[in-house]
Each structure stands twice: as structure tokens, then as C-alpha cells.
């Protein structure tokens, strides 16, 4: 069964406006959460890794200010993509590492599809 | 440059044919996984593979750590193998997996 739930798994959003997409981890506690963005025709990128009680660190292209996230328990990450726009179309995966299995092994959700109008 | 190439880009298979995928690295992996994309979009972990080999069902993978390079062998493909299998690297000691994907090879199965 799904180890990681994410929602909504599509969405769409007109052009300026914000949207916030949900990880959620099942049956086991992530402290640590990764979210990826595959845009179209591109591979996946990393947008930033959260930790629980730790702060978050955002990769080069992606910043707290566009792409808050939240990561308020063990369960649960939250992220949000604020002023939209067609650059930001995509699918967005969440990964979380399973606890017990070999170290850096991530396991992902189905992700969010984000469409801009 | 990219640091995770895949080969070849695309593959055509007729159903019971056997598949053999590449990934080439620039820099040292602490971690290596083979993921399967969907149709869909969705994820899916088949291998974790830092070094050696390793078999699951159909799927056999070969990580030879020194010269930065693996390869995803699936054997007797189906058409529902079709789809695209990406190879992604971690370079950090970090214990979340700072994973870093190539463009994937896109295969589709024929019955």
C-alpha cells in the first residue's frame, strides 16, 4: 500500500493565484521531507528538504518566499506555490525516507499536478 | 553538465524481449535508486542499488561504484513495464536523500 499520500493529486489554478499541497506519511514518521518538481519535458528537481525542528533548506532555483512549506509533525508537510504562473506547471512529489530501511532510500508520493491557466 | 545521464533516451520493445537500461554519474553516489514513472506521473522506488547487484522479480540492477555507472536489466518485458525509469544519485551523506535524477528512458512494450 501507499507509504506516502499526497493531495491533491491535481489541481488547477489561474494564473496570480496560490495553491498548497499535502504529504502525508502513513503509518510512519518522516523527519525528513523532500519536495521535487518535474516540470513538462524536464526531469525532477529538488525544490527544498525539510526537517522537523530544523530549519528548511531551499535549493538554488526556489525560494521560502514562492514555495513556503510546512512541516509541523512526523506525519505531515505542507507546501504551497504562491503567484502561480505557467513556469510553475508541474508535478510535485514529496519523499519522505521510511525509517529501518536502508538509509536514503526515498519513497514518494503519486504527487500533486499542478495546471495554470 | 548533468550529473546523471541516462541511455538511451527511448526504447521500443516487443513483449517478452529483454530491456537494458544505463545511468552514468559524474560524481561519487552514496546512494543510487531506479524509479519507475507511470503514465500517470506516479513514483515508484524498484531499486536501491549504492553498489553490486541486486534482483527483484524481473528486475536485475548492477552498480560498479568506481566507474560511477548502473544499469537496470528487466527481463521478459511486459506491456505493462511501459513507461519511464529514471535513476537518481544522492552525493550527500545527508540521511534524507538529497537525490539528484536523470532525464529517464522512456520504454514502451508492444504485445
Known amino acids: 500500500g501507499a507509504l506516502v499520500y499526497q493531495y491533491p493529486r491535481r489541481t488547477i489554478c489561474k494564473s496570480g493565484t496560490s495553491m498548497r499541497m499535502e504529504c502525508q506519511a502513513v503509518g510512519f514518521q518522516a523527519t525528513s521531507v523532500a519536495w521535487y518538481r518535474q516540470s513538462p519535458q524536464k526531469t525532477f528537481e529538488l525544490i527544498a528538504l525539510s526537517t522537523v525542528n530544523s530549519a528548511i533548506k531551499y535549493e538554488q532555483n526556489f525560494t521560502q518566499e514562492k514555495f513556503p512549506i510546512s512541516h509541523p509533525n512526523l506525519s505531515f508537510s505542507s507546501m504551497t506555490v504562491l503567484n502561480a504562473y505557467l513556469e510553475d506547471r508541474g508535478l510535485y512529489l514529496c519523499g519522505a525516507r521510511l525509517p529501518g530501511k536502508s538509509q536514503n532510500t526515498l519513497y514518494f508520493g503519486a504527487g500533486t499536478r499542478l495546471s495554470v491557466l | 553538465g548533468q550529473q546523471v545521464q541516462q541511455s538511451p533516451a527511448s526504447l521500443v520493445l516487443q513483449e517478452g524481449e529483454n530491456a537494458e537500461l544505463q545511468c552514468n554519474f559524474s560524481?561519487?553516489?552514496?546512494?543510487l535508486q531506479w524509479f519507475y514513472q507511470s503514465p500517470g506521473g506516479s513514483l515508484v522506488s524498484l531499486l536501491s542499488?549504492?553498489?553490486g547487484t541486486k534482483h527483484t522479480g524481473r528486475l536485475t540492477s548492477t552498480t560498479v561504484t568506481k566507474e560511477r555507472r548502473s544499469s537496470l536489466h528487466i527481463s521478459s518485458s511486459q506491456t505493462t513495464d511501459s513507461g519511464t525509469y529514471l535513476c537518481a544519485i544522492d552525493i550527500t551523506a545527508q540521511v534524507v536523500g538529497q537525490l539528484t535524477f536523470g532525464r529517464g528512458t522512456r520504454l514502451q512494450v508492444y504485445a
Open positions: 542499488n549504492p553498489s
Open positions: 560524481s561519487t553516489a552514496t546512494q
